[in-house]
């Protein structure tokens, strides 16, 4: 699976300082891991600069907003001027997951690749899927 990154930066100042903070984050661990908290976002990029949550200059930045570049894997299609459409990568992250995890049946019971049907066929995998853990959970409550 490829890997899916982008840059977030921050600029603020504080007490006539300016500050510039920038790091590489990993979005895959990003939605898996905090659920796309953007608060997990500010403080990677702060810890990764020195800066805890308790100092002042952590006050200061996390009211300035993030700006987003250099995005690698599904992110490429969800900035755009800096700025990050988080829900669309979601959504679309969750797709891409879901696929990879029917893939393999796919390929034994109907004997063809994911990657290559028809993206009407893919939706409709999708759907079954969805319709499937419905009613699993529907089972279980």
């Known amino acids: 699976m490829s890997q899916h990154t982008i840059t977030a930066s921050i600029e603020f100042y504080f007490k006539g300082e300016r500050f510039f903070l920038s790091s590489t984050i990993d979005l895959t661990n990003w939605i898996q891991k905090h659920q796309a908290d953007m608060v997990y976002l500010y403080d990677t990029i702060a810890l990764e600069h020195g800066l805890d949550q308790y100092r002042y200059e952590y006050d200061v930045m996390v009211m300035e907003p993030i700006q987003f570049a250099q995005p690698t894997g599904l992110a490429c299609s969800f900035v755009q001027d800096g700025t990050f ?22 390929r034994k019971e109907l004997e063809l690749d994911i990657h290559t049907l028809q993206p009407e066929w893919q939706q409709t995998l999708l759907h079954a899927f969805a319709l499937g853990q419905q009613h699993a959970q529907k089972r279980s409550d």
Not at 88 to 106: D, R
């Open 85 to 106: 459409d988080i829900e669309g990568f979601q959504q679309a992250f969750q797709k891409v997951q879901t696929l990879e995890l029917l893939a393999p049946w796919v």
